[in-house]
């Protein structure tokens, strides 16, 4: 790591830890040739991914989009930014454990309600109502038959 004060290349790390999001690590270094001191922190570089959208048009993935769609399907209900965040993480894990460059919209949708339905299920209805893109009462309540004959996963009674 090369001093920001006189550029030398030799440092040693006098301090590292983790930072409070546990996404980084915060080092304190001294450069073996000034004597000053700077702090580093290193992270995991994340390789971006393509989204293919049903139209067939890519896009760079952006997780602020699934965030919004969750949020819009858990407006009113007693769900904490805490669980949304997990939720969102819990996805863009199986989506870079899946090790593909690109990835269907319809594969993150599923994601989607596959986490929503163990959340919530209004959340999960709410979000298959705009994904499945209902066009009769009739697909809304063959949608809602699923949860009733798997007996209702949901793990909140709300």
């Known amino acids: 790591m090369k001093c920001m004060y006189c550029g030398c290349e030799d440092s040693k790390v006098v ?23 700077f702090t580093t922190f290193e992270t995991i570089e ?13 896009q760079i993935y952006d997780r ?10 858990c407006e009113k209900r007693p769900i904490s930014m805490a669980e949304i965040d ?8 199986s989506l ?9 919209s319809q594969k993150i949708g599923d994601l989607v309600m596959e986490q929503l339905k163990d959340l919530d299920e209004v959340a999960y209805i709410r979000f298959a109502a ?4 209902f066009k009769d009462s009739a697909t809304f309540f063959e949608e809602m038959s699923k949860i009733f004959n798997t007996g209702g996963k949901g793990k909140k009674k709300r």
């Open 15 to 37: 301090d590292s830890r983790s930072t409070d999001d546990g996404k980084s690590i915060r080092r304190r270094r001294e450069c073996i040739a000034c004597g000053k001191r």
């Open 46 to 58: 994340t390789v971006p991914f393509l989204v293919i959208k049903r139209d067939g048009t890519r």
């Open 64 to 73: 602020s989009k699934i965030k919004n769609g969750i949020l819009r399907a």
């Open 86 to 93: 997990k939720v969102v993480d819990n996805i863009e894990k």
């Open 96 to 104: 870079y454990n899946s090790l593909d460059e690109e990835i269907t």
């Open 130 to 133: 705009v994904y499945r893109q």
